[in-house]
């Protein structure tokens, strides 16, 4: 079973950026196609970004759509989510997950339902100040 740890969170100001790492252990994550959502308070957890095992592949909401970036490093066991130009809306625990059932290997469907992953990290916070 993988196991997932995000970092890189952390108070900002409108306008600033942010690098999340989301680091794997137990298993290679280059097998998996990984996503990022959110949860803010009082708020179901949304959909941010998703990529595909090799990278060649990414989605977005499109509430970041053109502000963040999904990538991975395979040989770092690493999936990042640059994210640029935040604002307060932003703020919310972050978390990665893997989509380990092989029925969802990719993301050509169901990457937004967060049903369809079946490993997650424990989150990391990021608020925004206006």
């Known amino acids: 079973q993988v196991q997932l740890v995000e970092s890189g969170g952390g108070l900002v100001q409108g306008g600033a950026s942010l690098r999340l790492s989301c680091s794997a252990s137990?298993?290679?994550?280059?097998?998996?196609?990984m996503g990022w959502f959110r949860q803010a308070p009082e708020n179901q957890r949304e959909f941010v970004a998703a990529?595909?095992?090799?990278?060649?592949?990414?989605a977005y909401a499109d509430s970041v759509k053109g502000r963040f970036t999904i990538s991975r490093d395979n040989a770092k066991n690493t999936v990042y989510l640059e994210m640029n130009s935040l604002k307060p809306e932003d703020t919310a625990v972050y978390y990665c997950?893997?989509?380990?059932?092989?029925?969802?290997?990719?993301?050509?469907?169901?990457?937004?339902?967060?049903?369809?992953?079946?490993?997650w990290g424990q989150g990391t916070q990021v608020t925004v100040s206006s």
């Open positions: 137990g298993r290679a994550l280059g097998t998996y196609a």
């Open positions: 997950a893997a989509r380990t059932d092989a029925f969802y290997s990719g993301i050509n469907f169901a990457y937004t339902e967060s049903r369809t992953y079946g490993a």
């Open positions: 990529i595909s095992w090799g990278g060649g592949s990414t």
